[in-house]
């Protein structure tokens, strides 16, 4: 597993959600509560960008067809999503966000 830098917290302040890329994965970033969490970036139901999505008491809430994850496990909250998402870890060095993920981007 590789650290990546993706992100600085200012970012954060146009949007709780940012679509990102670290080694070859496509990231969704969210700051909720003041914590930054990072998920795969695409909903596992229709493949939709996460980043265009609502976050809403702690989950994101998929555009296309409103369904809901748990940001900071990845959990499939109910139809139309049944799989979770991939979680990824998150560190913050300063004001730099860094998510480590595989290095063939697994």
Known sequence: MT???VADLA??????VLAREAGGVALALYRVEGTVYATQ???T??????????????????????????IATGRA???P?????????????GARVWVEVAPDGA
Request: aromatic share 12%; proline share 7%; glycine share 12%.
């Open 11 to 16: 970012e954060f302040a146009e949007s709780p």
């Open 77 to 79: 909250q109910g139809g």
């Open 81 to 93: 999503v049944c799989r979770d998402l991939a979680i990824y870890p998150v560190r913050i060095d």
């Open 41 to 43: 970036a695409h909903c």
């Open 45 to 70: 139901h229709a493949g939709v960008s996460l980043a265009g999505g609502e976050v809403v008491e702690g989950y994101i809430e998929c555009p296309a067809h409103y369904g809901l994850f748990e």
């Open 3 to 5: 650290w990546h830098p």
